[in-house]
């Protein structure tokens, strides 16, 4: 059973073009994926320079705060 679906699976694509067989899983598949990928990316980059002006923000403050209120 397997060897025929392996045969069929064959003889499938070489029925197609095979620039068409490409062409399919390139629109189909990797163009999905390079988007999501793109959006994640871009979204995490986002995020993460978000969480570093965060930090350097609080960063500051504490210092202020620290020179402030706490003078030893």
């Known amino acids: 059973m397997k060897s025929e679906l392996l045969n069929e699976f064959y003889l499938l694509q070489q029925s197609r073009a ?6 399919a899983l390139d629109e189909q598949v990797y163009m999905p994926i390079k988007k999501v990928n793109r959006k994640m990316s871009s979204w995490i980059s986002k995020r993460g320079s978000m969480l570093m002006s965060l930090d350097v923000k609080l960063n500051s403050s504490m210092k202020h705060l620290r020179k402030k209120y706490l003078k030893f």
Not at 18 to 23: L, N, Q
């Open 18 to 23: 095979p620039y068409d067989y490409r062409e």
